[in-house]
T-cell receptor, first 109, second 117 residues
């Protein structure tokens, strides 16, 4: 069971960079690391994934160290619309995703 | 593509009544998942199907819950009888494959907010 650990909540002011770190202590050798974003009253949506080093797309950057025991989701210059819950699901023994409660990010004006 | 479709979006029912939630996955996706979300427990996997066959139902809380997938484009989650503690948001998701070595992203529907009074 490869559950992950991430902070319950974070606050940030508009325009700042936000980094959310997730612990993947039991990650399997071949597993990818994925992050999802959930806005209020919506289902989660996939935003980024990586295996190691750094990945960047139009939404975020993902940093994964060499030991892959953690990952950091980086949101540059957040705005109010980035207020959401962010998940770094772990893979369960049933070969599926365990989401848990995620990190609730609140962006303050 | 319309994405994953769920109905109804909101359901209010009285304790003891039967509740049926419906889901239409994205065409071509072989996997379908049912999740439940509450403030206390977060997003929990209830059951998932592969090619219409239930593979893992270990997350189904008790016998009052049942799920079916009669064909590739339709699934139901039924609660009978319903109880107040079943109040939650229920999500359906679909994907081309399972998470793991080749990570397949899951596409979630908008959810059904269930309130049992």
């Amino acid at each position: 069971l490869a559950k992950t650990t991430q902070p319950i909540s974070m606050d940030s002011y508009e325009g700042q960079e936000v980094n959310i770190t997730c612990s993947h202590n039991n990650i399997a050798t071949n597993d990818y690391i994925t992050w999802y974003q959930q806005f209020p009253s919506q289902g989660p949506r996939f935003i980024i994934q990586g295996y190691k080093t750094k990945v960047t797309n139009e939404v975020a950057s993902l940093f994964i160290p060499a030991d892959r025991k953690s990952s950091t989701l980086s949101l540059p210059r957040v705005s109010l619309s980035d207020t959401a819950v962010y998940y770094c699901p772990g893979r369960t023994g049933a070969n599926n995703l365990f989401f848990g409660t995620g990190t609730r990010l609140t962006v303050i004006p | 593509d319309a994405g994953v479709i769920q109905s109804p979006r909101h359901e209010v029912t009285e304790m003891g009544q039967e509740v049926t939630l419906r889901c239409k996955p994205i065409s071509g996706h072989d996997y379908l998942f049912w999740y439940r979300q509450t403030m206390m427990r977060g997003l929990e996997l209830l059951i998932y199907f592969n090619n219409n066959v239930p593979i893992d139902d270990s997350g189904m809380p008790e016998d009052r819950f049942s799920a079916k997938m009669p064909n590739a484009s339709f699934s139901t989650l039924k609660i009978q009888p319903s109880e107040p503690r079943d109040s939650a948001v229920y999500f359906c998701a679909s994907s081309k494959g399972l998470a793991g070595e080749y990570s397949y992203e899951q596409y979630f529907g908008p959810g059904t907010r269930l309130t049992v009074t």
